[in-house]
C-alpha cells in the first residue's frame, strides 16, 4: 500500500483558518480579507469558516481571544480573587510593554483595538473579552457600586484604551502613566488621578506600522 497522508480533523481545519487569516490580516486591512480568501489560504472548503465560526467576525474574535487571551487571564483572575481598582487597571497595562515591543504582538493589539471599535456588538468567548467580568470585578472592589453604572465606566474605560492601542505603537512613559491615572480615576469615578505606582518602560525595539484593519470590549 502507498503512503496515506493523516485525515485532517475538524480541529486542524480550525487552527489553519486561523492562522491563515492571521497572516493575511498581518498584509491587509479587515475589509480587505475575504472569507474566500481565508479558506483559500488554509487550503479549506471555500464554506469552512462559515461552519467552524460563522462569520468572519466570529472567525477573528475566535482569533484574537486565542492569541490575546492567554496574556491577561492569569493576572486578571488574580485581580478578581482580591479585587481593586488599581490592580485590574494594573494587570490589563502590564502586557503592554511585552506586545507592543513585538511585531508579531503588536499586530495582534491593533487588530484588536480596531476592531473592537468597528465591531462593537461581536460576541466574545473568553470571559475578560465581555464587560461581564470587569462589571463584576469594579463592583467587589467599589463597595456600593451598582452594576449598572460599572458597566459604563468599563465601557468608558475601554473607549479610552483601545484608541491608544490601534496604531500598534509604543507608549512613551509619560503617556502609560497618564493612560494609568485616566483609567483609575474613571473606573473610580473621581476627578483626581490616583497616585502612580508605576509606569510602563518604552521599549527599545521599534515598531513597525501595520496597516489599518453584543456588550463587548
Known sequence: MGFMPPARTARDTRERLLDAAEELLSRSGYDEVSVRGICAHAQANPAAVHYHFGSKEQLVAALLESRLAPMWTDRLDRV???????????????????????????MRLSLLARFALAHPQTRWQAPWFSLDEWTAVLCAAIPGLDAQTARRRCRLAFALLLPQLAPGSPLSPA???????????????????????????????????????????
Open 80 to 106: 478578581r480573587a482580591d479585587p481593586s481598582v488599581a490592580g485590574l487597571v494594573d494587570a490589563t497595562l502590564a502586557p503592554l510593554n511585552r506586545l507592543l515591543a513585538d511585531p508579531v504582538g503588536a
Open 175 to 217: 503617556a502609560a502613566g497618564a493612560l494609568r491615572d485616566f483609567l483609575i480615576a474613571g473606573l473610580t469615578g473621581t476627578g483626581e488621578p490616583a497616585p502612580r505606582l508605576a509606569e510602563i518602560p518604552t521599549p527599545t525595539s521599534p515598531s513597525p506600522t501595520f496597516p489599518s484593519p453584543g456588550d463587548s470590549l
